[in-house]
């Protein structure tokens, strides 16, 4: 904490012990305590959201490596989207690993930017963003894109966070477009679920 906030209720307290010399004293100091006690009410902390660096990567009923329909019940959250963008996330912010069932990232909300290519190169859609719910897990053991060591740990690419980007859900078409990639780097924030489009299917 930066700073300390005196309380209305302690400002008043004290303020109360005054001797009175006026007649507008008490009028006086009962209006600086409304509007103490105003403030403090109206007052909040906010705390902006995390900006991850993330690498992207793609997994699905047409990748290279027989994957099979990503967007289907038996993902490791237990549902899938229809419609909407999904994506599978490392497991350091998935929070558990393989067959522990449904980890705490299960249903967050993230809105991916897109930037370079895996050479660090600019996409021709740089900076295009999409929305996408956690449907599964991106599993760290033989897979260094995953295997980040905590939120500060990063791969390969200098991410701390991977999205495999649901191909059946859309997703990967929707960031990546017709930029030609199958892998790409840019920035992953945690967002409110309201800013997703979509509805989860179990």
Known sequence: ????????????????R?????????QSSTMMSMILLTAAAFSTTTTAATTYKASFTQYGSTDTWGSGNCNVASTA???YTSPGYSAAVSQNEFGVGPGAGAGPGCGTCW??????????????????????????LCPASGNPLCAQNGLTGTNQYGANL??????????????FGNSGVGLAVGSAVQVD??????????
């Open 111 to 136: 809105k991916l930017t897109v930037q370079t290519d895996s050479s660090g190169n600019d996409l021709s859609n740089a900076g295009n963003s999409i929305v996408v719910q956690v449907t599964n």
């Open 193 to 202: 679920c309201n800013q997703w489009s979509g509805k989860v299917v179990h």
């Open 162 to 175: 991977n999205f495999d980007l649901c191909i059946d859900s859309g997703a990967s078409k929707a960031l």
């Open 1 to 16: 904490m930066c700073c300390r906030f005196v309380s209305a209720s302690n400002w008043i307290s004290t303020s109360l």
């Open 18 to 26: 005054q001797p009175l010399t006026h007649p507008l004293a008490h």
């Open 77 to 79: 959250c237990g549902f």
